[in-house]
């Protein structure tokens, strides 16, 4: 079965303490990773996109990676306005039917001045 | 700046009542899609729309119908309301089908 595991659940770091967000997944064939942010009481909003293994992509602070197995979200020096959830979603390849997101549940990301 | 708007932030219905959800986007995308989420469960697909007139069961559509009348807007029709489907309900929208979606603030639905 399709699955898509984000690890930690829950993160609390002070500011400017650097970690990394894990997002694991078993599919049959991958055609793109997503990463999304999610602050309270909004929608999900577009962070990043990721193809192939090797791939990179940055944004500020957010430096998000893949393997074939599981993508890394790095958060550099965070500071308090990097507190939301983070979101990982997969498409999955199923040879031509339709690829829908497979998202994961999430990492609640606090980061405390 | 793009925007996909939601017509109600909150809502409070009655068991049995219909309820109507509305979503409009200003982007002129082909794809929209109605998500709820739940806490550890994640979002979870009910109902996609590649074209006007076209739309395509998700992963959860039961209890649930959606209309697209016009390209810009997308509708969630619970015919019969139930507690089970108290929930937060987000609208988005898609240039190029599953890439890059761009979501609406979400209606958190309350069935009483």
């Known amino acids: 079965e399709d699955q898509v595991t984000q ?3 829950a993160l609390r770091l002070q500011e400017g303490e650097s970690s990394s967000l894990n997002c694991s997944y078993t599919v049959s064939g991958l055609r793109g990773l997503f990463w999304y942010r999610q602050d ?8 990043f996109t990721l193809y192939s293994a090797g791939e990179e992509k ?28 983070y979101l990982c979603a997969v498409q999955a390849d199923y040879g031509g ?17 | 700046d793009v925007k996909v708007t939601q017509s109600s932030r909150y809502l409070v219905k009655r ?4 309820v109507f959800l509305e979503c409009v986007q200003d982007m002129d995308h082909e794809n929209m899609f109605w998500y709820r989420q739940d806490p550890g469960l994640g979002l979870r697909l009910i109902y996609f ?29 619970l015919e019969s309301a139930s507690t089970n489907q108290t929930s937060m309900y987000l609208c988005a929208s898609s240039l190029i ?16």
Request: net charge positive; hydrophobic share 30%.
């Open chain 1, 58 to 85: 940055e944004k500020e602070r957010l430096k998000a990676t893949l393997t074939k197995k599981e993508s890394f979200l790095h958060i550099t020096a965070p500071k308090p306005e990097d507190s939301a959830t």
């Open chain 2, 15 to 18: 068991t049995g009542e219909k």
């Open chain 2, 97 to 112: 089908h599953w890439e890059k979606l761009f979501f609406g603030s979400g209606t958190q639905l309350s069935v009483l």
């Open chain 1, 7 to 9: 690890s930690p659940e």
């Open chain 2, 49 to 77: 729309s590649y074209d006007v007139k076209m739309k395509e069961k998700g992963d959860i559509p039961e209890g649930y119908s959606v209309s697209r009348e016009k390209k810009e807007r997308f509708s969630l029709i």
């Open chain 1, 97 to 113: 039917a339709t690829n829908k997101l497979i998202f994961g549940t999430g990492t609640l990301l606090a980061v405390q001045p």
């Open chain 1, 40 to 47: 309270p009481g909004k929608g999900p909003e577009f962070l």
